[in-house]
C-alpha cells in the first residue's frame, strides 16, 4: 500500500480522535517530561492551597511531544474549565473576546500556534494576561474612545513549535516557560504498552520496544506506529502484536530501522543528492522538496538533528557522517573537516 495512502488516510481527522482517545487525563498518568511535571506538580498544590489561579504557562518542543496534553491535564488537576482556540484562528481582537467573557475564576484559555497570533491580538492580549483587563476601542477618529473591561482572573496557556518565533514581549508575559524534549525509547515504550492496553491489543515487550525505538522520539509518531501495527496484526495474524508482526508492519509503512520515514529520508537524499551534503538554507530544500519550509523545521528537522544526521552551520544545514551511512554514500573527503562543526550561534 503506498505510504501517501495511510498518511492522507490519517490527517487530520483521524490523528485528532487518536489523540484524543489516548491522551492521559491526570498528571501522574503522563509518562517522562519528569521535571517538567515536578515544576507543574508543585505550582498545582500550591495554587490550590493559595486557591490563587495558575500564572501563565508556554510550553514549547515540536509536534507530538504533549503540549496539548499537558493543557488538557491542568484544567483537570485544578477542576476547572478548559477553553481551546489557536493562533490562526485569532485573526483579529475581536475574535478573542468571547473566549476572554467565558472565562471564569481560574479557569484555563489554551492557546495553540500562539506565535502565529497576529500582532494587533498579541498586543490586545497584554493587559488581559498582565492586569486581566482588556481595552476596547469605540468608535472611530476622533470620536473614537477606549473602554477598560475586567476580566476574571484566569490562567493562559501558550504552545509553540518555536518559541524563536514569538515576540519578546510576549514571552515575557509567561510566567513559567516548559520545554519539551523527545522521549526515550523506554519512555515511549511504556506509553505504547498502556495505549495497546487501552485499545485491548495484546502486545509483547519486545514488540513495544520495537516501535518505540522506531517513532522518533515522539509518542504522537509512537501511538500512529502503534494503530497501523493493531491493523496489520488484526488482518495478517490474531491481533497480538508480536515482534515480527511490529517489524513488518512498520517495513510495510517504510519506516526504516532508525525509525526515520519516507519524509526524512527524502529530506537527506536531497541534501546530499542535489546539495552536495550542503551547507545550504533551508529555504532552498524546501523549494526543492516541494514543502513548506515550517514543515522542514518544525517537523523534520529536529529529529534529524537530535540524532546527529544533520548539523546546523553559520552557512546552512549540512549532512553528517551518519546521514551519509544512512544512505549508504561515501562521503566527499573535503566535507568532513569544518562544515560539520556545528554553529555556535544557533
Ligand atoms: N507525556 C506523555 N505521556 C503519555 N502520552 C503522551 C505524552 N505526550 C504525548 N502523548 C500522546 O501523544 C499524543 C499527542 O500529544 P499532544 O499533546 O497532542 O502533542 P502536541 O500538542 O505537542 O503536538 C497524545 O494524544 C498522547 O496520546
Ligand atoms: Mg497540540
Known sequence: MAR?????????????????A???????????????????????????KLQEPLSHILFDGPPGLGKTTFATVLPNELGTSLQMTSGPALSKPADLLPFLTNLEHGS??????????????????????????????????????????????????????????????????????????????????????????????PITDDAAIEIARRSRGTPRIANARLWWARHFATSESDGCITLDLAREALDMAEVDREGLD????????????????????????????????????????????????????????????RAYQLLGKPMRPAQREDDTQPSLFE
Open 108 to 201: 484555563i484559555l489554551f492557546i495553540d500556534e500562539i506565535h502565529r497570533m497576529p500582532r494587533a491580538v498579541e498586543e490586545f492580549i497584554y493587559p488581559a494576561m498582565e492586569d486581566f483587563r482588556i481595552d476596547i476601542v469605540l468608535g472611530e477618529g476622533v470620536n473614537a474612545r477606549t473602554i477598560s473591561m475586567r476580566l476574571k482572573q484566569f490562567t493562559l496557556i501558550g504552545a509553540t513549535t518555536r518559541s524563536g518565533m514569538l515576540s519578546s514581549p510576549m514571552r515575557d508575559r509567561f510566567k513559567m516557560h516548559e520545554h519539551l524534549e523527545f522521549y526515550t525509547v523506554e519512555e515511549l515504550a511504556q506509553i505504547v504498552r498502556i495505549n495497546a492496553k487501552k485499545l485491548q491489543t
Open 262 to 321: 519516507k519524509q526524512d529520508r527524502r529530506y537527506l537524499e536531497t541534501l546530499v543528492g542535489v546539495f552536495e551534503g550542503g551547507p545550504t538554507g533551508v529555504e532552498a530544500l524546501a523549494a526543492t522538496m516541494n514543502l513548506p519550509t515550517d514543515t522542514l523545521s518544525d517537523e523534520i528537522e529536529p529529529y534529524l538533528l537530535r540524532e546527529q544526521f544533520i548539523v546546523r552551520t553559520p552557512r546552512g544545514r549540512t549532512a553528517t557522517a
Open 22 to 48: 489516548l491522551r492521559p487525563r491526570w498528571l501522574t498518568e503522563v509518562i517522562g517530561q519528569k521535571a517538567v511535571v515536578q515544576r507543574l506538580g508543585i505550582v498545582l498544590r500550591a495554587c490550590k
Open 4 to 20: 501517501e495512502a495511510i498518511v492522507q488516510a490519517d490527517e487530520p481527522k483521524e490523528q485528532k480522535e487518536r489523540d484524543a
